[in-house]
């Protein structure tokens, strides 16, 4: 991030919100599932990976995306479910990659079990698809050392928003860390690499956090010795 006289802009620290919306798309049934995931906006694909990961929940969850865990408790088949859970989104470049990963798989399970193509759901599927709500918090990093005392302090949503939701909004779909941090050219080449090697999609938000706090903290003390 880069100001039109060439200096480093100060990092702003947005907070965001997931506002669910209904598709009115509905399925019962696995063939039906499958035929839908063709057509259903890219944007539902992203909600029932990431969404669930900004609300709040009493339990565990059980599953990483609703997908798997609809085909669990829906469809009743472990096999096709924990195929899906074992899929880290963070690892496709896009959402049409991973839309067409999904359907591969549901149609090799379909192959392996002909009866899954007929089998009714005793609970139906319905597409959610979520509009991101942003807040400018009023905080403002003006150095990066500044990162090693600051993300233990933000909140869940804000980091979902800098290191997962970034990945939408970059031109090279990193982090808004990074990005920010490839502003100073090389100086912080190796904390970049760092922070890719993180992957954010198998813990929860506040796990984290705290690993990133722990990255910046380890990264900046280790500079200045």
């Known amino acids: 991030m880069q100001a039109a006289d060439g200096e480093t802009k100060s990092f702003s620290i947005k907070d965001c919100a ?18 839908q995931l063709f057509s259903i906006d890219s944007a539902s694909i992203y909600h029932h990976f990431w969404g669930g990961l900004l609300q709040p929940r009493f339990e565990e969850r059980e599953y990483n995306n609703d997908f798997a865990a609809w085909i669990w408790h829906g469809i009743h088949d472990p096999v096709l479910a924990e195929r899906l859970a074992a899929l880290a989104p963070a690892g496709f470049p896009d959402l049409e990659t991973l839309r067409r990963e999904i359907i591969e798989l549901i149609d090799t399970r379909m192959d392996e079990m002909e009866h899954l193509i007929w089998e009714r759901a005793t609970r139906q599927f319905e597409f959610i698809c979520s509009q991101i709500v942003v807040f400018d918090t009023g905080k403002r990093l003006e150095r990066p050392a500044e990162l090693a005392t600051s993300i233990a302090d933000l909140t869940t949503s ?22 920010w941090l490839a502003g100073f050219g ?34 900046f003390q280790a500079s200045r010795q």
């Open 18 to 35: 997931l506002v669910a919306l209904a598709t009115g798309k509905k399925s019962r049934m696995l063939q039906e599932f499958r035929s």
């Open 158 to 179: 804000s980091i979902f928003y800098h290191f997962i939701d970034a990945r939408r909004r970059t031109s090279d779909g990193r982090d808004d860390f990074s990005d």
């Open 186 to 219: 090389n100086e912080f080449v190796t904390l970049q690499k760092q922070l890719a090697g993180v992957d954010p999609y198998f813990s929860s938000l506040s796990e984290l956090r705290d690993e990133l706090a722990l990255l910046f903290a380890s990264y």
